[in-house]
């Protein structure tokens, strides 16, 4: 079993920042790449960024500039450090990672988290 734990959501102020967390744990053999997602109230998930396991990254264009995704692959987790924030930042942001488990290595097969409440106030 794996499990994608998401945390640091909250609320903000318009022109904070608010830094992310995405720890994936369990039968784990490798994880490829992990994303970030969000969801504002009404409308569809969209992708925020994504890095593979060679810390390659790409952005919406909406947040080139203000975030960035890293991650520590020792530790199974992703980070998203988000800047200058906007009241159209506020969102359920959901974690995944696509992961190789241990009894499967040949799969790839990818984990959500349950999503972190991020709002920014104006």
């Known amino acids: 079993q794996v499990q994608v734990v998401e945390s640091g959501g909250g609320l903000v102020q318009a022109g904070g920042s608010l830094r992310l967390s995405c720890a994936a744990s369990g039968s784990i053999f490798s994880i490829n790449a992990m994303g970030w997602y969000r969801q504002a109230p009404g409308k569809q998930r969209e992708l925020v960024a994504r890095?593979?396991?060679?810390?390659?990254?790409n952005y919406a264009d909406s947040v080139k500039g203000r975030f960035t995704i890293s991650r520590d692959n020792a530790k199974n987790t992703a980070y998203l450090q988000m800047n200058s924030l906007k009241p159209e930042d506020t969102a359920v942001y959901s974690c995944n990672a696509d992961v190789r488990p241990l009894n499967n290595r040949d799969y790839t097969f990818r984990h959500w988290g349950q999503g972190t409440q991020v709002t920014v106030s104006s």
């Open positions: 890095i593979t396991s060679g810390g390659s990254t």
